[in-house]
């Protein structure tokens, strides 16, 4: 059915030009229409003549295949968007989710650090970026980690966030950081003393490795300035600390956990929802409202684990 992947390269083309979809969106869908075009091709469908009988039947087929709920939903709105694109564009005469109740996508809850298993993590990253046995340039790149870390943890940014702040988003004596989000949105974040103290370490130690040439960004290569510190490199970072601070799954820990941790332990401090909103940059409440779930999970297990009846219970 050649005329079915015609009809769904325009919807892709229309994508890219009209809404500027990023190129990963767009791998993403070709991906998860690709599924449908091939279930189609399989059943000697045209794309007019699906009904919504034959969606249901491609919903079985994804359930059959084992995929994960995420990847069914979004595989669905995929098959919806193209039907409905195919109808506004007057190339198909039928749209067979019209009809369709929106699936519901289960939201996984993030991992997250507790407060000390978090301490624990940055006191490791401290000790190390405080050892000058290690020699300069390994000295300096511990200390960045540890900076890193503690602006994460202090403003609750996201790690690509924080690997494009230019140098002197972190003059001496600020004590606030200007972040520039998703949608190019700008927001004002705080830091705290060990935070800047800790950039201030880093800063320092960079100057004296490097003669005090210029830098491009507040994280960057040890040996060239105009260079930022990668996500690999952050990621590979973080693990390595984890499994120095002997963290229970190491394996989960991630520049983004920090952000997680940030907020829940904001939360459960008792900020506001709204004002962890503005903190975060999260375009919507709902986005921040998955802290509260957070906050009651943890409450879950720990009743599960420290009340007293129910260890008299487990111990029966």
């Not at 979809?21 to 469908?45: F, M």
């Not at 034959?54 to 968007?81: E, F, K, M, P």
């Amino acid at each position: 059915m050649r005329s079915n992947r015609r009809l769904a390269q325009l919807w892709l083309d229309a994508l890219t030009t009209e809404l500027g979809a990023s190129p990963g969106t767009i791998e993403t869908y070709t991906d998860d229409l690709n599924c449908y075009l091939t279930w189609l091709e399989t059943n000697s469908l045209a794309l007019d003549d699906v009904g919504l009988e034959q969606v249901r039947d491609y919903i079985a087929n994804l359930d059959a295949r084992g995929y994960a709920g995420s990847t069914t939903a979004r595989r669905i709105t995929v098959v919806r968007n193209l039907h409905r694109f195919l109808i506004a564009e007057e190339l198909g005469s039928r749209d067979p989710t019209s009809t369709m109740p929106g699936m519901r996508r289960s939201r996984k809850l993030p991992f997250v650090l507790s407060i000390s298993e978090t301490e624990s993590l940055l006191e490791t990253a401290h000790k190390v970026a405080a050892d000058p046995s290690v020699g300069l340039y390994r000295q300096a790149g511990y200390a960045r980690r540890a900076a890193l870390f503690e602006t994460l943890y202090a403003s609750g940014m996201r790690i690509s966030e924080a690997l494009s702040l230019p140098s002197d988003a972190a003059r001496p004596g600020t004590r606030m950081m200007m972040v520039r989000g998703k949608g190019d949105k700008q927001r004002l974040v705080p830091l705290h003393d060990r935070a800047i103290e800790a950039i201030a370490h880093w800063q320092s130690l960079a100057a004296q490795y490097s003669g005090g040439r210029p830098t491009q960004w507040l994280f960057h290569s040890v040996r060239n300035g105009t260079k930022a510190l990668t996500r690999q490199a952050a990621l590979l970072g973080i693990k390595e600390a984890a499994v120095a601070a002997g963290l229970p799954s190491p394996e989960r820990v991630s520049p983004h956990v920090l952000c997680h941790a940030f907020a829940t332990h904001m939360h459960s401090g008792g900020t506001d929802l709204r004002v962890l909103q503005e903190l975060l940059g999260h375009a919507g409440i709902e986005t921040t409202q998955i802290y509260t779930h957070l906050d009651r999970s943890r409450l879950t297990q720990m009743v599960r684990d420290l009340h007293p009846l129910n260890s008299f219970e487990s111990a029966e």
